[in-house]
């Protein structure tokens, strides 16, 4: 099996366990209303999850940092299987926090993981792109995944939901143990001296482009539906094909990233993308009343917004090349915190000030991405320069 193929199965895994993370977004009634609790107190699932695999992520990598790649991704997808099994099984919301919470931290080892030994495996000069292909299978899931989750919730009940997940999940243990390599981890790193990587300046950096590039989107994302109702003036009916194309521009996004880092380097593109960002971010706001001057806006900023995605995992492994899993994981928490932020920003900018000030403060968080990248940039070219002054 080629190389390029096994990184297809791993976008295929990340796209299940991504899956499993976004899906109850789609079926938030169901489930309030099966499990007896209000709106509010099924959407904090979502929260559980998205803290647990920030927090328990970094942890998690750091004690199974040396393990064989393969092995490892094994058994946390075989954490995330029993997981959903839990899910299905176990009555109660209580019980049900706590399938999630497991299914977290199986989830969270899975894609930090994947990205991992997709890095690994790949032709030298294609790294950026095979990193960028799973990216794109955790995006897909919520174009794809989330849809058909709703339609298996509407025709067989919510729980066939994660049944089906874990089936698949099973499967999918049986292709990776049989298609991809064994891959040596990396040199263990206590949990203390990988926190210490925080205190790296080029580090903090790297780790604050991500938390303002993707707080800043999310500021925005998070309540696209209403604001385009409200106030682009999309029609209700519309609406639903304006999000799909929506996604679909954010996995050719992800996918052109990938391309662009290889061809062309990490801050060219990343820089691109961060700009045309804020710049459709804040065209979004001008743009009103005309079906197809919001979709070219959309189209442009899902794809300038995700074309950052690969290239970013790709860049907090160039500063950090000895602890590459330790990054990845650091990473993956702080897209999973810095969503949560935006989420709640936006949400207290639209109860203070109004629903379309969301649009002008992510802009303001990317703005932030971007000085904190030119810095980063600067230090990184200034390097060179200071070991030559050293060793003259």
Do not use: C
Not at 80 to 96: Q, S, T
Not at 227 to 238: A, F, P, Q, R
């Amino acid at each position: 099996m080629s190389q390029r193929w096994k990184v297809y199965i791993l976008a295929i895994v990340s796209f299940l366990v991504g899956t499993s993370e976004y899906i109850l977004s789609g079926i938030l009634d169901k489930v309030s209303l099966s499990l007896g609790v209000s709106i509010t107190a099924a959407g904090q699932l979502i929260t559980v999850f998205s803290l647990v695999y920030a927090l328990a992520t970094p942890i998690l990598m750091a004690v199974t940092a040396s393990m064989d790649r393969r092995k490892l991704i094994i058994m946390g997808l075989g954490l995330f299987v029993i997981a959903n099994i839990l899910a299905v099984l176990l009555p109660g919301y209580e019980l049900f926090v706590v399938a999630r919470i497991i299914m977290a931290m199986g989830a969270g080892v899975v894609v930090v993981t994947a990205l991992n030994i997709a890095a690994k495996i790949a032709p030298e000069g294609k790294q950026a792109s095979a990193i960028a292909t799973v990216v794109m299978g955790f995006t897909a899931s919520l174009i794809v995944g989330v849809p058909l989750g709703r339609v298996a919730a509407d025709t067989l009940g919510w729980k066939s939901v994660f049944g089906g997940i874990a089936l698949l999940g099973i499967i999918a243990i049986v292709i990776l143990s049989f298609a991809i390599p064994r891959v040596k981890g990396d040199a263990p790193i206590p949990l203390r001296q990988q926190l210490s990587l925080l205190k790296k300046p080029k580090v903090a950096l790297g780790l604050a482009i991500t938390f303002f590039w993707l707080g800043g989107y999310s500021v925005t994302y998070t309540y696209l539906s209403p604001y385009l109702l409200e106030v682009s003036g999309i029609s209700d009916k519309y609406l639903s094909g304006a999000l799909l194309i929506f996604g679909i521009a954010s996995m050719i996004g992800s996918k052109i990233g990938g391309l662009s880092t290889d061809r062309w380097g990490v801050h060219p593109t990343l820089f691109s993308g961060l700009i045309l960002h804020i710049v459709m971010l804040i065209i979004l706001s001008l743009v009103t009343n005309t079906f197809i001057g919001v979709m070219v806006v959309l189209l442009l900023w899902s794809f300038s917004a995700w074309s950052s995605g690969p290239t970013q995992q790709y860049h907090l492994t160039t500063i950090e090349p000895a602890a590459s899993g330790v990054m990845l994981g650091l990473n993956q928490s702080m897209m999973q915190l810095s969503m949560a932020a935006g989420a709640g920003i936006g949400g207290v900018a639209i109860e203070t000030v109004s629903l379309t000030s969301i649009t002008w403060i992510g802009a303001a968080g990317v703005a932030i991405a971007i000085i904190a990248t030119l810095i980063l940039y600067r230090m990184n070219a200034k390097a060179p320069k200071s070991k030559l002054l050293t060793t003259a």
